[in-house]
């Protein structure tokens, strides 16, 4: 018999040195008085054909649910039970314990149980006084507010039909086919296909066989599709294309116009206040990237200074939660994912595990040097976030009304304290990263 205390999945093996048991009983007359007062209580609830509701005679609810109310009082006895003992030894259990009956202690008016859990680890002191940790930087420069009107310009480019050969930055439109062994073959043809020339939709040896070509020219050439290509049908085979062009259009690049900057939200088309706000956004996205870097930088060197066993009952949680995100990532993108699809746990096992040793270092340092967040940073991070949205002071009321979401919020301002505090306490070596290097990483 196993009580409902114990996950009904099968239990993970636990961490040895975590791993605690403790000896558990309950009387047969705390078990019926605790059934009964659960019969009273559906007595006035239940719903039974010939009785007024909340008349039920308590003994037509224990005919039709007393082995039910038997069971859960049962269950509530043994948790309750198991709660006061952690209690009383002051035991922090991490998860669920595994709860089952014990033979040799049952006696004669009472139920013996053993509880199985695991325990959160013991955290040593963090001395981080020989560790050195990069603090990355970097300065927002002209130059880069210049690239980044140039990225926008190109944003929204515009094409216009040419009489001209097609060159880099064109944008075709072509027919084409593709045989190997003289046999057409699957996606290997297309018609008034579009693309921008140079920007990698094709095959470099396709692109370079168009380039040169005006409207209404054609072109025959061999492409060998690398081994490695997706398309396994094709890898590592070589096949031969006719291609003819049947449009060129020539790019044009809006002005660093009042028009341009009206599409950018300027109101007024202030050029000058459109470059000032780039600069002002660029900044702010920099600082949050590189915040983000050093950050990374003080959690490996706080995982590397202190060692200690994890709960494997948190890693699996952890790991489930996972799997679920991933799930629901897989959904946005369109791909259809089966409810009951599982995916393998080993492929979250590493990371999972980081983060759960992370979480239990990150609040042991909170707790002990008192590094909480305060209402306002917590007020900071949310008037931070805001800034990114048309109406920040709209947003502001709305993120401050929900619990969840402040949670959220100070959990990230407690994770910066951490990061302050671990600065303060290393040696700090500053660390320049280039501008473009911060702007191409993937969020």
Not at 56 to 62: E, G, L, N
Not at 143 to 154: N, P
Not at 261 to 279: E, H
Request: hydrophobic fraction near 40%; proline fraction near 4%.
């Amino acid at each position: 018999m196993t009580t409902e205390t114990q996950a009904t999945t099968e239990q993970p093996t636990m961490t040895a040195s975590l791993t605690r048991t403790i000896n558990l009983a309950v009387t047969t007359a705390q078990i019926d008085a605790a059934t009964t007062k659960r019969l009273q209580q559906m007595s006035k609830t239940v719903k039974v054909d010939g009785f007024r509701p909340g008349k039920v005679p308590v003994a037509k609810i224990k005919q039709m649910y007393g082995s039910q109310a038997s069971w859960e009082a049962l269950n509530d006895q043994v948790g309750e039970a198991f709660s006061k003992q952690v209690t009383a030894d002051k035991i922090r259990v991490a998860g669920a314990p595994s709860i089952e009956p014990n033979e040799a202690h049952q006696v004669e008016g009472e139920f013996g149980f053993t509880a199985t859990f695991e325990t959160y680890p013991q955290i040593d002191n963090v001395d981080l006084s020989g560790v050195e940790i990069e603090q990355a930087q970097c300065a927002v420069t002209e130059a880069d507010v210049t690239r980044t009107l140039d990225v926008l310009r190109q944003q929204r480019v515009q094409y216009t039909t040419a009489a001209k050969a097609a060159t880099k930055d064109d944008q075709v439109t072509v027919d084409f086919e593709g045989e190997i062994d003289d046999v057409l073959f699957a996606g290997g043809s297309a018609a008034d296909y579009v693309f921008v020339l140079g920007q990698g939709r094709m095959l470099p040896e396709f692109e370079t066989a168009i380039e040169g070509l005006s409207t209404g020219e054609a072109r025959t050439f061999d492409l060998a599709f690398p081994e490695d290509y997706h398309g396994k049908d094709v890898a590592g085979k070589t096949a031969q294309f006719t291609v003819t062009v049947k449009d060129v259009a020539a790019p044009t690049l809006p002005e660093l116009d009042s028009t341009f900057a009206k599409s950018l939200g300027v109101v007024d088309g202030d050029v000058a206040k459109m470059q000032a706000d780039i600069k002002v956004n660029l900044e702010r996205e920099i600082a949050q990237r590189t915040k983000s870097i050093t950050k990374n930088n003080v959690m490996d060197a706080l995982l590397k200074v202190v060692s200690f066993d994890v709960p494997t009952t948190l890693v699996n949680g952890d790991i489930e939660r996972l799997q679920e995100g991933a799930k629901e990532d897989l959904r946005a993108r369109g791909i259809p994912v089966d409810d009951k699809m599982v995916l393998p746990t080993d492929i979250f096992k590493d990371r999972a595990e980081r983060r759960v040793r992370l979480g239990l270092l990150i609040a042991e340092l909170v707790q002990v040097n008192d590094l909480r967040a305060t209402p306002e940073q917590i007020k900071t991070q949310v008037a931070n976030i805001a800034q990114a949205y048309e109406d920040p002071q709209g947003f502001i009321k709305w993120y401050m009304s929900d619990a969840n979401r402040l949670a959220e919020v100070e959990a990230v301002a407690m994770e910066d304290n951490v990061m302050t505090w671990a600065l303060s306490k290393a040696k700090v070596t500053a660390k320049d990263v280039p501008f473009e290097e911060l702007m191409n990483q993937q969020n």
